[in-house]
């Protein structure tokens, strides 16, 4: 019994203290811990920003994409697709060659993105991936005004997972210029599906190690 009264007042006062090292709000988002978006909070290795009230997740090409929630408990973040070009079927983000995070990053991509691609060449078509008329990126180019400009364009479709490169969404020219994601892919109504890229972060070993695990 007495174990079990020390390890609670432990795990309470890690608890705490993983609490109180916590960052400040960022508009309407809690920047929860390990995020960190200053020196005295959180840790600098899980270093997000706060610009202008919006959260930022900073890519290993320094491009700032937009935190849209963050659930502290799965340790998992969405954060915005980028920007496709309504007239050339390009994502902001082409010129980078997508989106890439350093690989030694505790981020990384999780296996719940359904990632769309755009404007393909046909070396896609000796892919994996699916290019069929049922691939889900034909309802977003037909229903989503973003991709209107994607039209009678080669798109294909592919779940992200372990298989594929946890760090990167690959675009470039003359292979497909433009891609979206959607989290948690389930629903054929493409007003039920949530724009976004799914991040996960790794728990750091200092909080295993407080909470006694």
């Known amino acids: 019994m007495l174990v079990l009264i020390l390890f609670s ?11 109180s090292n916590a960052c400040p709000k960022c508009g309407n988002l809690d920047v929860p811990y390990p995020l960190s978006t200053r020196e005295t909070c959180g840790l600098s290795n899980y270093k997000v920003y706060c610009k202008n009230g919006s959260l930022e997740f900073l890519s ?5 994409y937009q935190i849209l929630s963050i659930n502290q408990l799965e340790n ?10 309504k007239r050339t079927c390009r994502s902001s983000d082409l010129s980078l060659g997508g989106l ?28 994996p991936l699916n290019c069929s008329v049922t691939s889900p990126c034909r309802l977003f180019e037909g229903k989503v005004e973003e991709g209107k400009g994607c039209r009678n364009t080669l798109c294909c479709s592919y ?10 969404i690959r675009i470039r020219v003359g292979g ?17 599906w949530l724009f ?9 070993t200092e909080t295993l190690l407080r909470l006694g695990v």
């Open 100 to 127: 890439r995070i350093d690989d030694n990053s505790p981020f990384n991509i999780s296996s719940r993105n359904t990632v769309m691609l755009f404007n393909c060449s046909d070396d896609i078509l000796l892919s």
């Open 9 to 19: 007042l432990v795990s309470s006062t890690s608890h705490a203290s993983l609490l």
């Open 159 to 168: 779940l992200k997972d372990s298989s594929m490169n946890s760090h990167r």
């Open 196 to 204: 976004g890229i799914e991040l996960q972060w790794l728990p750091p």
């Open 60 to 64: 290993a090409e320094g491009l700032y």
């Open 76 to 85: 998992r973040l969405i954060i915005s697709p980028p920007l496709i070009q």
């Open 176 to 192: 497909c210029s433009a891609y979206t994601s959607v989290v948690d892919l389930k629903s054929s109504t493409v007003d039920d």
